[in-house]
């Protein structure tokens, strides 16, 4: 196992199309985490699931945000109807549990 | 709710030794880690601190001071290299988990 994997890399996208983005966690964690990122900042906590399991999802930065984690492997964060505004990088991590959490490269969105 | 504060930019000498300090306020607390994230990149864990104290890994080391709600990173003999963002990330209370949220970090320059 090489660590997290998200992709795509990079995503261009035109205001008021859908995205999907993937990310496939180390095998043996159990947790799972989406955070967003922009320039200059630290990482903005959205959601995580223990397993298949969503436990926390009232930081998610809209409704017209949400994620999966069917089978408590990989998992897809969807942002539906994009905004200019939701340009940014959108990382993935997992851990065991309260350990310390491993992240992948990021998603790296922009919308135009 | 959690409150992060941390310096938004250090600079330092090659060969010298720097301190960046971080101040929190959280419901729950878990534990402090550190990560270290290099312009777009990943961030990548550097320590995590549970007790009060230091611990030392090579030419870092973290400090943890609970009842006062602060923590340090420290880096030695610094290098080139080590100029990057330093993030700090509170162990708090989300969805019945511990989940780390992020200060904004602290950029780092080392200079010749």
């Known amino acids: 196992d090489t660590g997290v994997s998200q992709n795509p890399r990079h995503k261009i996208t035109k205001r008021g199309q859908n995205v999907t983005f993937r990310c496939d966690p180390i095998s043996e964690h159990n947790r799972l985490y989406w955070y967003r990122q922009t320039l200059g900042q630290g990482p903005e906590f959205l959601t995580y699931f223990q397993n298949e399991a969503q436990l926390e999802k009232s930081r998610l930065l809209s409704d017209r945000f949400s994620a999966e984690r069917p089978k408590g492997s990989f998992s897809t964060l969807e942002i539906q109807r994009t905004e200019q505004g939701d340009s940014a990088m959108y990382l993935c991590?997992?851990?065991?549990?309260?350990?310390?959490?491993?992240f992948g490269q990021g998603t790296r969105l922009t919308v135009v | 709710g959690q409150n992060i504060d941390q310096p938004t930019e250090m600079t330092a000498t090659e060969g010298a030794i720097v301190q960046i300090n971080c101040t929190y306020q959280t419901s729950g607390f878990n534990g402090l880690f550190w990560y270290q994230q290099h312009a777009g990149e990943a961030p990548t864990f550097l320590s995590y601190?549970?007790?009060?104290g230091l611990e030392e890994k090579g030419r870092f080391s973290s400090f943890l001071s609970r009842s006062k709600g602060y923590s340090y990173l420290l880096l030695k003999e610094l290098q080139m290299k080590d100029s990057a963002s330093y993030l700090c990330a509170v162990s708090g209370v989300a969805g019945g988990s511990y989940i780390p949220t992020f200060g904004r970090g602290t950029s780092l320059i080392v200079h010749p």
């Open positions: 601190n549970v007790l009060d």
């Open positions: 991590a997992s851990s065991l549990a309260d350990s310390e959490a491993f």
